[in-house]
């Protein structure tokens, strides 16, 4: 399997595409020649990267400010993807965020806020075009979870439950959709050099993270575009990441649970 084939009339659409593994994404996809619609909330990043991915590549590039915490406003994006005579035969779910801190301190409105679009917002944009992709027999849908999602861990209960919401999300649509020509795969990143952890109050953790664990989000992107193009299930960037990843899926709770309670000590 491979992804759909570039097209005047079809686009990739990249949710979260103002910043770090999103941006890289919409970067990876354009120089693959695909023509990209890019979503977020802050319209002037959009725009200074659709230019970038238009004079760089020759691609169509187009911009769709959305807050996709917002069920009514994500919900008239397709509307206003179509009505720009487009087709999406690739969607890259990426928009999320996270937090830090015990649950019972932290703002409930954003953690409510944190499910609306780590979870909910994933399962609307993939319901609403997925069934088309499946009655064309081509598309490929890209879910960011992260390796946060294959542990519970206490200080980060909302996001890291939110991400293992997204990675079964996407291994179920995987084994769902792969013999009906669409091709999903879940990307379970580690550290990765983004804005994320000074948003998610996680600076002191990423500092405590030796360089040779962290990967670009370059590089990040590209494993993530590759693996969606041979329809890899799950791509999980960076050898100590994966082995991570392994211990956290398989180490008894009772063991893992104090353990990540003192990496992340809030």
Same mark, same amino acid.
Do not use: W
């Given at each position: 399997?491979?992804?759909?084939?570039?097209?005047?009339?079809?686009?990739?659409?990249?949710?979260?595409?103002?910043? +770090?593994?999103?941006? /890289?994404?919409?970067?990876?996809? #354009?120089?693959?020649?695909? +023509?990209?619609?890019?979503?977020?909330?802050? +319209?002037?990043?959009?725009?200074?990267?659709?230019?970038?991915?238009?004079?760089?590549?020759?691609?169509?590039?187009?911009?769709?400010?959305?807050?996709?915490?917002?069920?009514?406003?994500? /919900?008239? !994006?397709?509307?206003?993807?179509?009505?720009?005579?487009?087709?999406? /035969?690739?969607?890259?779910?990426?928009?999320? $965020?996270? &937090?830090?801190?015990?649950?019972?301190?932290?703002?409930?409105?954003?953690?409510?806020?944190?499910?609306?679009?780590?979870?909910?917002?994933?399962?609307?944009?993939?319901?609403?075009?997925?069934?088309?992709?499946?009655? =064309?027999?081509?598309?490929?849908?890209?879910?960011?979870?992260?390796?946060?999602?294959?542990?519970?861990?206490?200080?980060?209960?909302?996001?890291?439950? &939110?991400?293992?919401?997204?990675?079964?999300?996407?291994? #179920?649509?995987?084994?769902? !959709?792969?013999?009906? +020509?669409?091709?999903?795969?879940?990307?379970?990143?580690?550290?990765? /050099?983004?804005?994320?952890?000074?948003?998610?109050?996680?600076?002191?953790?990423? #500092?405590?993270?030796? &360089?040779?664990? =962290?990967? &670009?989000?370059?590089?990040? #992107?590209?494993?993530?575009?590759?693996?969606?193009?041979?329809?890899?299930?799950?791509?999980?960037?960076?050898?100590?990441? =994966?082995?991570?990843?392994?211990?956290?899926?398989?180490?008894?709770?009772?063991?893992?649970?104090?353990?990540?309670?003192?990496? $992340?000590?809030?």
């Amino acid at each position: 399997m491979a992804l759909p084939a570039p097209s005047p009339s079809t686009t990739a659409l990249v949710t979260g595409a103002s910043s +770090g593994i999103g941006a /890289d994404l919409a970067r990876e996809l #354009a120089g693959r020649g695909h +023509g990209v619609v890019l979503v977020a909330r802050r +319209g002037d990043r959009l725009e200074a990267l659709a230019e970038e991915l238009r004079d760089a590549h020759g691609i169509r590039a187009d911009v769709l400010t959305c807050d996709l915490t917002d069920p009514a406003a994500r /919900d008239a !994006l397709p509307g206003r993807i179509g009505a720009l005579g487009l087709t999406v /035969d690739i969607l890259v779910n990426n928009a999320g $965020y996270g &937090s830090a801190g015990q649950f019972v301190d932290l703002d409930l409105a954003a953690e409510t806020d944190m499910v609306r679009l780590n979870c909910e917002a994933v399962v609307a944009l993939s319901g609403a075009y997925a069934p088309a992709m499946v009655q =064309r027999g081509d598309g490929a849908i890209l879910v960011v979870a992260s390796s946060a999602g294959m542990q519970p861990i206490p200080g980060q209960a909302t996001y890291a439950a &939110s991400k293992a919401f997204a990675l079964a999300f996407a291994e #179920a649509l995987h084994e769902e !959709l792969g013999h009906r +020509g669409v091709a999903v795969t879940a990307l379970c990143p580690g550290p990765v /050099d983004t804005e994320f952890a000074a948003r998610a109050g996680l600076e002191e953790a990423f #500092a405590s993270v030796p &360089s040779f664990a =962290r990967v &670009s989000a370059e590089a990040c #992107a590209r494993q993530a575009i590759d693996g969606l193009a041979r329809n890899k299930r799950v791509v999980t960037p960076g050898l100590p990441t =994966r082995a991570v990843a392994v211990a956290g899926r398989h180490t008894p709770r009772s063991v893992l649970l104090p353990l990540m309670r003192r990496f $992340y000590p809030v």
